[in-house]
Structures are given as structure tokens and as C-alpha cells.
């Protein structure tokens, strides 16, 4: 399989990366980014985009793969609804509609967020917007879409986030980690990229996945 992935120099996106790297099935992975990933790899490739908004540039390079992981995101503090919307929202569907022309038959995976509101109407910014942006994925018609939307992640593998402040957390919390392992309401970095993948192998009725539809999905054999 040959796989796309958003968002690789984040913690999450960098996951799943290392997963499709290590997995023998995955033969290629083509990671698009602003900036560079410190990742160099024989079936990794690359493509620097500097502003989504010019995704369809690139077109010619998304063909050929069955499946994106878009991994992509932003934090809402300080964001307006505007702008949020625009990052979240406006970003994903240049890429869903621009992946959806070149391959329909593609498997489009979104991380999203526990808490995302599928409704579109609560009170909470970033859980509509995240919420609209879940719905149109869904609805767009690819051959199949899950929406991961995992709550506390443990990282692994030497991932870390971008932001200070959790990596203070996650090194306090370390000590704990072999009990939060025995949590299901709690996943890893890397269940979320071998269940990303699995998602290719065995096709889920549930479309919105939280952390224990991860842990299950990232541990089937068969």
C-alpha cells in the first residue's frame, strides 16, 4: 500500500509515519509538510508546502495512493472562529476534494479530537468546526473514512509534541506510564498509527474511532 500523510513534523503525524515505515505492506510514504521532517527513509518521500492553499500544485505527485492520513492540525487558543475555520477546515477540504479526483477509491483518515461535534451547533469553536470538518470528509464518497479522535495519547518511539507544556506533562508523568498503559481509555502513539493502517485491512462499521476503537483496531491480527 502506498500511503500519504499530513502533518508528519507533529507528534501524532510523526507516529504515524514511523509505523508506515516499519509496517512490510506500507511500500511507499509520501509525507507533505511546511517544514522539513528530521525522517530520511528508502520508501519515505517528501513534498514541502509552504501555504495549502496552493495544494492543487502539487496534484500530479498525490497520484497513485489508496489511502491519506491527514494529521494536520492546529491549536484554537488565540484562533478567531475565522481563522481556525480556514486552517481546519478550508486546509482539509482543498485536500479531500483534490485527493477525491485523483482517487475516490482511496481510504481518508482524519484526526480529529475526542470531544468533536458532529452536530455543528454546540457551543464549543473548535469542536463545530472540527465537527463540519469530520461531516464533509464523510460525506464526500471515498471508498472508506474513519475520523480518529483520541483523547490522552502516551508517545513513544522518541515522538514528542510541539507544545512545551504537554512535553512538561508527559516527562512528570512518565513514571506512570505502565499503568496508563492498562487503561484502555488511553492509547499510544503508536496504536494510532498501526490502527491508521489497519484501517486499510479490515474495514470498520464505526466510523468515528476514540481511544478504545484505536487500541482495538491498532491490535488485530486478523
Partial sequence: MKVI????TGMVGK???????????VQEVLVINRNKIDITHSKLKEVIVTDFDNIADIKNVLQGYD???HCMGISAIGKSEED??????GYTKSLVDL???LNPNMVFNYVSGKGTDSTEKGNTMWARVKGKTENYILGKGFK????FRPGAILPEKGVKSKT???NAIYVVMRPFFPLMYKMNSITSSSNLGKAMINSLRFPQTNKH???????????RKQ
Fill in 67 to 69: 489511502a491519506c492520513f
Fill in 144 to 147: 472508506d473514512a474513519y475520523m
Fill in 15 to 25: 507516529a504515524v509515519v514511523i509505523e508506515c515505515l516499519e509496517d512490510e505492506e
Fill in 164 to 166: 512545551g507544556w504537554y
Fill in 209 to 219: 474511532l476514540e481511544n478504545p476503537e484505536i487500541n482495538s483496531l491498532a491490535n
Fill in 84 to 89: 481556525y475555520d480556514k486552517i481546519t477546515f
Fill in 99 to 101: 485527493c477525491f479526483e
Fill in 5 to 8: 500523510i499530513t502533518g508528519s
